[in-house]
C-alpha cells in the first residue's frame, strides 16, 4: 500500500512538471514568436539612447546685414527636488538659485522642496553667461541642459516689425510669426545602444540625422533710418503728452518699408512682461479716421473723372454750409476758393462738394481703388483692412463727410499707400518688409519683388496732383512745417476727432502728416501719426514736424539728390 502511495504521488508530481514545463515551453514561444511589437520596442528603448540635437533658429537682418535677432547658446537650469531633499538643505540651495538668478527666494524655496519630484524648471533660456554664475556654485541637485536663447541685441528697437519667439520656439508677432516656418529649422536625432550607465557605445549608433538650422530672413528696413524714425516718435510723444505715434517710411516705387515704428514699444527679450497695448503695432493693426489726409484721393479722384479741374471755383459759405439737415464748418471762414487753393488751405467744404460731382458709386470705386477696405498684403501679422461701408447704404450726407476722412477708417499703411501712388505715376504698390530669405549654405528661397496692385487715377492726374499737394508745403498751405530745407516737399495735413462713446470728441484728436519727396523726383513716401497729442492736437504743428526731422535726415542718409526746383 505504501509503495502504490509512493508511486501515485511520483506520478503526480511528475505531470505537474511536465505541465509546468508544457506551460513554459508554451508561453516562451508565444512571447518569442507571437505580435509583440510593443513590448519588442520596449525592450529596444530600454537598450537604447536617443539624444535630440539641437539647431539654430535662422537670424533676422537689416538690409545691410546688421543683426536684428538671433540664437545664442544658452542652459535651461533644473534642479532634482527629490536629490535636495535627501542631500542638502533645500534654503541653502534656494537661496543660492535665487541670488544667481534673480528670482525669489520663497518661490525657489517651493521649487526645490519637492521630495516626491524629480526635475522641476528653475529658469529657462538663460544664455551661457547669467547661467555661468549659478554653475560656479555648484549647488546639490541642480543642473543644466544645453538650449539656445532667442535674443533681440537692440531690446526694443524694431520691436513690431521683429516679433518675439516664445518658449515653445513658436513666432509670435512681426516677422517672427510670418516667417516662422522659415526661422524654425529642425531638429537632428540620434540613437545609439547604451551601456548600464546610460552611456553610449562606441560604435553601436543605430540612427544619427543631422539639425537643419533655419534660414536667415533678411528685411528692406535700414537700421539707421529706423533709429531716425524711433528717436523722432519717442521725442514727440514727451514733448506732446501724447498717448500713442507711430511711422512709417516706404519707398515710393518698389513699396519696399525702409522703416516701421509704433510707440509704446516693448522688449523682445523680455516679452512676458510687455502690456497688450504694447504688442500693438499700430501701423498696421490700428484704423483711426484719417481727417484731412483723405482730401488727396477725394480730390485726385475727381481730378482723374474730369468733374473738377484745378481751377475750379466753389464757394465755401464763409465757413459754415448746411447740406442734408447737417452743418459742415471750415477751421477759417473763406468765400470762393479754387480747387487748388482749397486743398492748399485744407478746406473742409470745398473738399465736401467737389466729391458731390463723383457720385457716390464712382466715389466709392476710387475709394476701393487706392486700397481703402481692403489689406494691401504686408508681410507682417495683424494688418486691418479699416472700414468703408457699400455705397448703397451711404446717407445723403455722406460723401460729403468721407471725403474729409469721417465714416471711414484707415490704416497708416493705406494712407501712405494711397499717398504715393499719386507719387509713382497712379500705381498703387503692395507694401513690403522682407527682401531675401537665405537657407544655411547661402541658397536662396524667397526674394519678394515689387507688385502693382492697381493703378486708380491715370499718370497725368498724378502728375498735377503732385503739383498741388507741393504747394501744401509753401507758404500759406497747412504744411509749412514739413519743409525740408533743398527738397520739394509734396503731402497733406491731417486732424480727426476721435470717436469716444459713439460720438465725435471734442478734445481727442489724431494728428497726422503724408507725404512723399523730392516732389519732382518721388522717392521715399512717410506718415507720422501722433494720437491724442495735448494741448496742440493739428496736423500741421503736431505731426509735420515729425516728418520733416524724419525727411531731412533720411534722404541724406540715403543719399537722395535735392529737387530741381528747392523749397525756400
Known amino acids: 500500500m505504501t509503495d502504490q502511495n509512493n ?207 533655419g534660414a536667415d530672413v533678411c528685411l528692406n528696413v535700414d537700421e539707421a533710418v529706423q533709429y531716425v524714425v524711433e528717436r523722432a516718435l519717442d521725442e514727440a510723444v514727451a514733448a506732446h503728452k501724447a498717448k500713442a505715434a507711430w511711422a512709417i517710411v516706404q519707398d515710393v516705387l518698389t513699396g519696399e518699408i525702409l522703416a516701421m515704428c509704433s510707440r509704446p514699444a516693448y522688449d523682445p527679450n523680455t516679452f512676458r512682461q510687455a502690456q497688450e497695448a504694447e504688442l500693438c503695432n499700430r501701423a498696421v493693426s490700428y484704423t483711426y479716421d484719417p481727417g484731412s489726409t483723405l482730401k488727396v484721393v477725394t480730390i485726385a479722384s475727381a481730378l482723374d473723372k474730369g468733374s473738377v479741374q484745378p481751377t475750379s471755383v466753389f464757394d465755401c459759405e464763409n465757413g459754415a454750409w448746411f447740406y442734408g439737415g447737417w452743418p459742415l464748418r471750415d477751421h477759417h471762414p473763406y468765400g470762393t476758393l479754387t480747387v487748388a487753393d482749397g486743398l492748399k488751405k485744407s478746406s473742409n467744404i470745398l473738399t465736401a462738394k467737389v466729391a458731390l460731382t463723383l457720385g457716390d458709386a464712382c466715389f466709392e470705386r476710387y475709394l476701393r481703388a487706392f486700397g481703402f477696405g481692403s489689406c494691401l498684403g504686408i508681410d507682417l501679422p495683424g494688418e486691418e483692412t479699416g472700414i468703408l461701408r457699400p455705397s448703397k447704404s451711404w446717407s445723403k450726407v455722406a460723401p460729403t463727410r468721407l471725403a474729409i476722412g469721417q465714416g471711414v477708417t484707415v490704416t497708416a499703411l493705406q494712407m501712405l499707400g494711397a499717398v504715393c501712388a499719386i507719387g509713382n505715376e497712379g500705381f498703387l504698390m503692395r507694401p513690403y518688409i522682407t527682401r531675401r530669405v537665405t537657407d544655411s549654405r547661402g541658397g536662396t528661397l524667397l526674394q519678394p519683388e515689387p507688385l502693382v496692385l492697381g493703378r486708380p487715377i491715370k499718370r497725368e492726374t498724378a502728375a498735377l ?104
Open 7 to 213: 508511486a501515485s504521488r511520483l506520478y503526480a508530481v511528475v505531470g505537474i512538471l511536465c505541465a509546468a514545463m508544457l506551460g513554459l515551453g508554451s508561453r516562451l514561444a508565444f512571447l518569442h514568436l507571437g505580435p509583440h511589437e510593443a513590448l519588442r520596442e520596449s525592450i529596444r528603448n530600454s537598450r537604447t539612447k536617443r539624444t535630440e540635437i539641437l539647431y539654430r533658429r535662422g537670424r533676422i537682418l537689416d538690409r545691410r546685414g546688421n543683426l536684428l535677432g538671433l540664437d545664442i547658446a544658452g542652459k535651461h537650469i533644473c534642479a532634482d527636488p527629490a536629490y535636495v531633499v535627501a542631500n542638502s538643505d533645500p534654503r541653502v540651495v534656494a537661496a543660492g538659485v535665487a541670488k544667481g538668478l534673480h528670482l525669489d527666494s520663497q518661490w525657489a524655496l517651493q521649487r526645490v522642496s519637492r521630495p516626491n519630484s524629480r526635475f522641476a524648471y528653475l529658469r529657462r533660456f538663460v544664455p551661457d553667461e547669467a547661467a555661468k554664475a549659478v554653475r560656479e556654485m555648484e549647488l546639490p541637485g541642480v543642473f543644466f541642459r544645453d538650449t539656445f536663447v532667442r535674443q533681440y541685441p537692440k531690446g526694443p528697437f524694431l520691436c513690431h516689425v521683429l516679433g518675439f519667439c516664445n518658449y515653445e520656439g513658436v513666432g509670435s508677432g512681426g516677422i517672427e510669426q510670418r516667417m516662422d516656418r522659415y526661422l524654425r529649422g529642425s531638429p537632428g536625432l540620434r540613437v545609439a545602444e547604451k551601456d548600464g550607465r546610460q552611456r553610449e557605445l562606441p560604435g553601436r549608433r543605430i540612427e544619427d540625422k543631422a539639425s537643419r538650422d
Open 465 to 568: 496732383m503732385t503739383k498741388l499737394l507741393a504747394r501744401v508745403t509753401e507758404e500759406g498751405g497747412t504744411g509749412t512745417k514739413a519743409c525740408v530745407p533743398g527738397y520739394r516737399v509734396a503731402g497733406k495735413t491731417g486732424t480727426a476727432q476721435k470717436v469716444i462713446n459713439g460720438q465725435y470728441s471734442s478734445s481727442a484728436f489724431v494728428a497726422s502728416f503724408v507725404g512723399f519727396l523730392p516732389a519732382d523726383e518721388p522717392q521715399i513716401g512717410v506718415i507720422v501719426v501722433v494720437d491724442e497729442p495735448r494741448p496742440l492736437h493739428t496736423g500741421g504743428a503736431v505731426a509735420a514736424p515729425v516728418f520733416r526731422g524724419i525727411a531731412e535726415q533720411a534722404v541724406r542718409y540715403l543719399d537722395i539728390a535735392p529737387a530741381r526746383y528747392a523749397a525756400k
